[in-house]
């Protein structure tokens, strides 16, 4: 660790990130009637019975007085897909609530939809905390919703994933006994990949169909026509080796059609890809509800990085 | 969204789960010397200039009159790490502080070390917030490490991982063009999988090995000696078929040998899948460099939840 002995604000604030903090956004209404609401992670629940909760808003901040005033206020935990929100609501000057449909709150502040849950607040306490005022709520009210929190840490937003088994960041251990654990990511990615492949195997093999056909067939249902060439570089990272002898014969099984400017699907080749595909995303359903949508999203985000750190330098799939 | 018009506690502590945090331990020093600390998800940054942080503590905690004599005490953030070190300083009445080389404060109350961020401060105020009291501290000083930090968020232990692109768990999104879009799981395990792959296969290739040798020797790494059915029932889920003909022929060329008890490596055997392995790991090690610590355990963390929920059945591998 490194000890800071003078104050560096930025220091300071790099240390405070550390602690990962949900992302809300405070409403209430100023006494002219005008909604007034700013971006807040100094959010934190404070006590059970009476149901409390407390943020804190910087003394130079320009909705201060609204807040001091306000009989009410409400706070709504964002949800992971509202990062936008987020940052209209730390914005100063725009009118924040364009476009929003507010529902009524008995309190009169204004109540952001399709948060990840949301307290109704009567001010309970003001209290000095140096340069910020801590402002206590009693909690009139709350509701919430399936969707899964936005999270901020390190000074970004980040996505949480439940842990599962034994995870850490410390280098793996080694044993004797074998040449590789599976916390290898190269038997895992091998593994999951399989797996999930199996899972549709049974409708390719009913329309006879090989992973390499399927691979060729899925890249045309994609992007057409490709010429031999320009197939056989989409799939060489694959160490598949696409050549005359394995086109020509999809072709003669009426699967693909050749043209002057190459290879396309025919009608049979492009109704062979669609049921496959079909298949494919019933796996994916039913695998990702068992995952949860959170760890679903978080496992396609964290495959994306991989990929992109790993791209040979593939040609582009989707325009 | 569920309007909740009674307060139910467990509805009420659901709906503030919503709200991510880190994960914290407060330590002080009682009046007799005796160390004294706590788990607790309560704190936040409250002021810049000067610099304060609070948490809050309940009434009813067995630590409370060491935390209200206290004149200081140490605000610990967890790294992900350290999910063991906060079960134990949630609960009461052990000797938490047993084993843990403590680092000296000038204040007095004990410093944990390898934590993610640390902060020393003064008690500023105590404050009354219902059931608990909210202590806000002057921060004397901090530090702060590169351990990624522990997050709780909906009543479990988390990793948060930074968002890399579109992701939504919104439903995905269909346009006609094409049957299947880039966020498909199944592609995405796929082309993740043979670009990592891509890294190590020139290692295979100038060792003559195809894909199913190496799947065959590095399976035999692991868990030898193995019968010929069991090879097949182990390699089935990748739809590589094993039969005699290739286990034949991996003996003729010296990298299997065949005993009464089934089939095992060779010393050429395993000097080649050794090099295989050690290819596949400088790969990870240079892929994961370039992803970062965390998201490397968050995706092993992902890719074992999708193992086990796509498993076939597969007979365990490590013992």
Known sequence: MTTTARF???????????????????????????PVGMTANSFNSVSMNPPMVLWSL????????AFTQATHWNVHILANDQEA?????????????????LDNS??????????????????????????????????????????????FVTGGYALATRLAGDISTAPQAQTDAAPYSENLLGYLLGRAHYQFMAGFRPTLEARGLSETD??????????????????ASHMAYTGVDVGAATLGRLCTRGLLSAGEAGFELSP??????LHVMAAAKAREAELLDQMGPLEAASLRNLLKRLIAVSDPGLPPLWA
């Open 58 to 65: 910087a003394r130079s901040a320009r909705s201060l007085p």
């Open 106 to 151: 008995p309190g009169g502040a204004p109540l952001i939809p399709d948060c990840s849950a949301r307290f109704q607040c009567r001010t309970a306490f003001q209290y000095e905390g140096g340069d910020h005022i801590i402002f206590v709520g009693e909690v009139m009210d709350f509701d919430r919703s399936e969707r899964a929190p936005l999270v």
């Open 214 to 231: 399927f691979f060729i067939l899925s890249l045309l249902a994609v992007r057409s026509p490709l010429t031999a060439a320009e197939i």
């Open 85 to 101: 929100l987020s940052n209209r609501f730390a914005k100063a000057g725009e009118d924040k609530f364009t476009g929003l449909a």
């Open 268 to 273: 049979q080749g492009r109704d062979d890809i």
């Open 8 to 34: 560096d604000p930025r220091d300071f604030r790099q240390a405070l990130g550390r602690f990962a903090t949900g992302v809300t956004i405070v409403t209430t209404r100023a006494a002219d009637g005008t």
